[in-house]
Protein backbone atom coordinates (compact mmCIF):
# COMPACT_ATOMS: atom_id res chain seq x y z
CA UNK A 1 0.00 0.00 0.00
CA UNK A 2 1.01 3.19 -0.92
CA UNK A 3 2.28 5.11 2.15
CA UNK A 4 0.62 8.64 2.38
CA UNK A 5 2.06 11.99 0.95
CA UNK A 6 3.08 14.70 3.50
CA UNK A 7 0.53 16.69 5.39
CA UNK A 8 1.16 20.37 5.52
CA UNK A 9 0.04 20.96 9.24
CA UNK A 10 3.33 18.49 10.76
CA UNK A 11 5.89 18.48 7.41
CA UNK A 12 8.83 20.90 6.53
CA UNK A 13 10.69 21.39 3.77
CA UNK A 14 14.65 20.57 4.36
CA UNK A 15 16.90 21.19 1.57
CA UNK A 16 20.31 19.98 1.95
CA UNK A 17 22.91 22.00 0.78
CA UNK A 18 21.26 24.01 -2.22
CA UNK A 19 24.43 26.42 -2.00
CA UNK A 20 26.35 28.23 -4.60
CA UNK A 21 29.61 26.84 -3.80
CA UNK A 22 27.89 23.29 -3.78
CA UNK A 23 25.39 23.48 -7.22
CA UNK A 24 25.21 27.18 -7.82
CA UNK A 25 27.50 29.48 -9.63
CA UNK A 26 31.03 28.64 -7.51
CA UNK A 27 29.91 24.64 -7.55
CA UNK A 28 33.17 23.43 -6.08
CA UNK A 29 32.15 19.98 -8.19
CA UNK A 30 31.21 21.85 -11.16
CA UNK A 31 29.78 18.20 -12.33
CA UNK A 32 27.30 17.51 -9.77
CA UNK A 33 26.02 21.34 -10.35
CA UNK A 34 25.55 19.88 -14.59
CA UNK A 35 24.03 16.72 -13.04
CA UNK A 36 21.55 19.05 -11.05
CA UNK A 37 20.86 21.66 -14.17
CA UNK A 38 20.79 18.78 -17.06
CA UNK A 39 17.77 16.45 -14.36
CA UNK A 40 15.95 19.52 -13.25
CA UNK A 41 16.54 18.62 -10.02
CA UNK A 42 17.51 23.01 -9.02
CA UNK A 43 14.50 24.01 -10.89
CA UNK A 44 12.06 21.31 -8.68
CA UNK A 45 13.94 22.49 -5.26
CA UNK A 46 12.61 25.61 -6.12
CA UNK A 47 9.67 24.85 -6.56
CA UNK A 48 8.83 23.06 -3.62
CA UNK A 49 10.19 25.81 -1.54
CA UNK A 50 7.81 28.40 -2.84
CA UNK A 51 5.12 25.80 -2.54
CA UNK A 52 5.93 25.37 0.73
CA UNK A 53 5.69 28.89 1.87
CA UNK A 54 2.79 29.58 0.02
CA UNK A 55 0.94 26.76 2.62
CA UNK A 56 3.01 27.42 5.88
CA UNK A 57 5.14 24.91 5.72
CA UNK A 58 8.61 25.18 7.05
CA UNK A 59 11.21 25.22 5.19
CA UNK A 60 14.47 24.48 6.70
CA UNK A 61 18.00 24.90 4.95
CA UNK A 62 20.39 22.82 5.99
CA UNK A 63 23.96 24.31 4.89
CA UNK A 64 27.95 23.87 5.77
CA UNK A 65 30.50 26.84 6.08
CA UNK A 66 33.77 26.91 7.44
CA UNK A 67 36.06 29.43 9.00
CA UNK A 68 39.23 30.34 7.11
CA UNK A 69 41.66 28.96 9.32
CA UNK A 70 39.34 25.72 9.23
CA UNK A 71 38.97 25.88 13.15
CA UNK A 72 36.35 23.37 14.12
CA UNK A 73 36.38 21.63 10.84
CA UNK A 74 37.74 18.19 10.63
CA UNK A 75 38.93 16.55 7.97
CA UNK A 76 38.73 13.24 8.74
CA UNK A 77 37.56 11.94 5.73
CA UNK A 78 38.91 11.42 2.12
CA UNK A 79 36.17 13.60 0.65
CA UNK A 80 36.54 16.36 3.36
CA UNK A 81 40.36 16.07 2.97
CA UNK A 82 39.92 16.60 -0.70
CA UNK A 83 37.73 19.52 -0.46
CA UNK A 84 40.03 21.42 2.36
CA UNK A 85 42.90 21.83 0.10
CA UNK A 86 40.91 24.83 -2.01
CA UNK A 87 41.38 27.49 0.20
CA UNK A 88 37.83 29.30 -0.75
CA UNK A 89 36.11 26.42 -0.18
CA UNK A 90 32.47 26.99 1.42
CA UNK A 91 34.14 30.17 3.07
CA UNK A 92 31.71 31.85 6.05
CA UNK A 93 30.63 34.83 4.83
CA UNK A 94 30.92 34.48 0.94
CA UNK A 95 29.08 34.07 -2.18
CA UNK A 96 30.02 29.94 -1.75
CA UNK A 97 27.62 29.37 1.48
CA UNK A 98 24.69 32.12 0.36
CA UNK A 99 21.23 30.00 -0.83
CA UNK A 100 21.45 29.25 -4.80
CA UNK A 101 18.79 31.65 -6.58
CA UNK A 102 16.14 28.86 -7.37
CA UNK A 103 14.89 28.77 -4.16
CA UNK A 104 13.71 32.19 -4.66
CA UNK A 105 13.30 34.58 -1.35
CA UNK A 106 14.70 32.84 1.24
CA UNK A 107 14.64 35.69 4.09
CA UNK A 108 11.79 34.02 5.81
CA UNK A 109 13.10 30.55 5.56
CA UNK A 110 14.88 28.81 8.76
CA UNK A 111 19.00 28.06 8.69
CA UNK A 112 20.75 25.00 10.21
CA UNK A 113 24.38 25.60 9.48
CA UNK A 114 27.35 23.44 10.43
CA UNK A 115 31.11 23.11 9.69
CA UNK A 116 31.82 20.00 10.33
CA UNK A 117 31.08 15.94 9.11
CA UNK A 118 28.94 15.76 6.29
CA UNK A 119 25.60 14.92 7.56
CA UNK A 120 23.24 18.02 8.66
CA UNK A 121 21.55 16.57 11.98
CA UNK A 122 24.82 15.60 14.07
CA UNK A 123 26.19 18.78 16.52
CA UNK A 124 23.28 21.24 15.08
CA UNK A 125 19.87 22.96 16.17
CA UNK A 126 17.85 20.93 13.32
CA UNK A 127 16.30 18.38 15.57
CA UNK A 128 15.54 20.87 18.65
CA UNK A 129 13.89 23.04 15.74
CA UNK A 130 11.60 20.36 14.25
CA UNK A 131 10.46 19.50 17.33
CA UNK A 132 9.81 23.01 18.85
CA UNK A 133 7.76 23.36 15.52
CA UNK A 134 5.34 20.04 15.86
CA UNK A 135 7.50 18.46 12.53
CA UNK A 136 6.82 14.57 12.18
CA UNK A 137 7.33 13.98 8.37
CA UNK A 138 10.48 15.43 6.83
CA UNK A 139 10.53 16.37 3.14
CA UNK A 140 13.70 15.97 2.09
CA UNK A 141 15.29 17.62 -1.12
CA UNK A 142 18.98 18.77 -2.37
CA UNK A 143 22.88 17.23 -2.70
CA UNK A 144 23.63 14.86 -2.85
CA UNK A 145 22.18 11.45 -2.92
CA UNK A 146 26.14 9.63 -2.55
CA UNK A 147 26.52 11.26 1.15
CA UNK A 148 24.61 14.29 2.60
CA UNK A 149 20.87 13.38 1.78
CA UNK A 150 21.15 9.59 2.31
CA UNK A 151 22.84 10.95 5.81
CA UNK A 152 19.73 12.98 6.43
CA UNK A 153 17.62 10.24 5.51
CA UNK A 154 18.99 7.78 8.09
CA UNK A 155 19.26 9.95 10.80
CA UNK A 156 15.61 11.40 10.34
CA UNK A 157 14.54 7.70 10.60
CA UNK A 158 16.74 7.02 13.44
CA UNK A 159 15.19 9.77 14.93
CA UNK A 160 11.53 9.01 14.58
CA UNK A 161 10.60 10.97 11.87
CA UNK A 162 8.76 10.00 8.77
CA UNK A 163 10.54 10.64 5.25
CA UNK A 164 9.64 11.81 1.86
CA UNK A 165 11.93 12.17 -0.76
CA UNK A 166 11.13 13.66 -3.88
CA UNK A 167 13.08 11.73 -7.18
CA UNK A 168 13.63 14.74 -9.00
CA UNK A 169 14.44 16.76 -6.76
CA UNK A 170 18.03 15.56 -5.69
CA UNK A 171 20.79 13.60 -7.59
CA UNK A 172 24.33 11.70 -7.04
CA UNK A 173 27.09 10.92 -9.11
CA UNK A 174 27.38 8.87 -11.12
CA UNK A 175 24.04 9.31 -11.69
CA UNK A 176 22.27 5.74 -11.97
CA UNK A 177 24.07 5.03 -8.79
CA UNK A 178 21.59 7.91 -7.57
CA UNK A 179 18.78 5.54 -8.66
CA UNK A 180 20.55 2.60 -6.77
CA UNK A 181 20.68 4.33 -3.63
CA UNK A 182 17.09 5.46 -4.30
CA UNK A 183 15.33 2.33 -5.10
CA UNK A 184 17.43 0.13 -2.59
CA UNK A 185 17.74 2.30 0.11
CA UNK A 186 15.44 5.49 0.52
CA UNK A 187 12.50 3.39 -0.42
CA UNK A 188 13.38 0.99 3.00
CA UNK A 189 13.31 4.36 4.77
CA UNK A 190 10.39 6.33 3.26
CA UNK A 191 7.96 7.74 0.55
CA UNK A 192 9.69 8.69 -2.88
CA UNK A 193 7.47 10.07 -5.13
CA UNK A 194 8.20 13.41 -7.44
CA UNK A 195 8.11 16.58 -6.92
CA UNK A 196 4.79 17.43 -9.33
CA UNK A 197 2.88 14.93 -6.76
CA UNK A 198 3.84 16.38 -4.00
CA UNK A 199 2.60 20.07 -5.75
CA UNK A 200 -0.56 18.79 -6.99
CA UNK A 201 -1.10 16.98 -3.18
CA UNK A 202 -0.56 20.46 -1.62
CA UNK A 203 -2.71 22.25 -4.29
Excluded at 62 to 77: E, F, I
Excluded at 128 to 138: E, I, K, M, Q, Y
Aim: net charge negative; with cysteine.
Amino acid sequence: MPRPLPAPATTALITMELQQGVVGDCASMPALREAALDRGVLNNCGLLAKAARTHGIPVVHAVVSWRADRRGTSTNTPLLAALSKNPEQMLEGTLAVEPITELGDTSGDLLSQRSHGLTPFTGTNLDATLRTLGVTTLLACGVSLNVGVLGLCLTAADLGYEIVLCSDATVALPIQYGEQVIDNTISLLGTVTTSQTVLDHWG
